[in-house]
């Protein structure tokens, strides 16, 4: 079984709906992510998170918002979606035992289409 | 803050060596990553440079120079699965954000025959 799962793979949803991307990790790490991939300008971070109470914005933050359920789940929603809210999201993880941030585990990616 | 350059595609030929670069500017940080993306999958982790120099692991060769504000990935012995995107990344060295990563905008190598 996979270490970082995310769902759904693929949404489609139309402008002004709420969605919920869900990520789960059994790695047993504390540091989550949120990380949206646009073609050519690769991975900029959304939100990230310590632990349960602990929630950070990153570079891209503003039409997202983030839960934080337990340690292992972390979820990114999109409270009244936007076309260009179309992308490749994905949820990393990391903790003490991979030397810290610089060595983060990637889920397999949801790719949202906003019509 | 923090930007880094890179290449947006090399292309090279089986069983060659090729050289991805990595120019920065930041602030300040911890060490240099390097993750591997291929077509449709999720990056993955390369190797990690904290100090100047070269970290070799395998084929995959990682460099530094603080000094150069410059780092590269090297791959030797090229093979058709290296196809893939290559993306640098820094950590910074300040208050929360030395948790998170920031990336390059990924340099996508070809590997023809």
């Known amino acids: 079984d996979a270490d970082v799962t995310q769902t759904p793979r693929n949404r489609i949803t139309k402008t002004g709906k709420r969605i919920m991307l869900e990520c789960s990790q059994t790695?047993?790490?504390?540091?989550m992510y949120w990380y949206r991939q646009d073609p050519g300008l690769g991975l900029r971070l959304i939100y990230y998170?310590?632990?349960?109470?602990?929630?950070n914005k990153g570079e891209i933050s503003d039409g997202y918002s983030v839960s934080r359920q337990a340690q292992a789940k972390f979820s990114l929603s999109l409270e009244s979606a936007i076309p260009n809210q179309t992308a490749l999201y994905f949820c990393?993880?990391?903790?003490?035992?991979?030397?810290?941030?610089?060595?983060?585990?990637f889920g397999p990616g949801t790719r949202l289409t906003v019509t | 803050g923090q930007s880094l350059e890179q290449p947006s595609e090399v292309t090279a030929v089986e069983g060659a060596i090729v050289q991805i670069n990595c120019t920065y500017q930041?602030?300040?940080?911890?060490?240099l990553s390097w993750y591997q993306q291929h077509d449709g999958g999720a990056p993955t982790f390369l190797s990690y440079?904290?100090?100047?120099g070269l970290e070799e692991t395998g084929r995959f060769s990682s460099f530094l120079s603080r000094s150069d504000s410059y780092g590269y990935l090297l791959l030797q012995e090229l093979q058709m699965k290296d196809s893939a995107s290559y993306f640098c990344?820094?950590?910074?060295?300040?208050?929360?954000?030395?948790?998170?990563?920031?990336f390059g905008k990924g340099t996508k190598l070809s590997v023809i025959p």
């Open positions: 990393a993880t990391s903790g003490p035992g991979t030397g810290g941030a610089y060595e983060q585990y």
């Open positions: 440079n904290a100090l100047d």
């Open positions: 930041t602030s300040g940080f911890y060490g």
């Open positions: 990344a820094v950590r910074p060295n300040s208050g929360a954000g030395s948790y998170q990563l920031t």
């Open positions: 790695k047993g790490h504390d540091r």
């Open positions: 998170s310590f632990d349960v109470k602990d929630i």
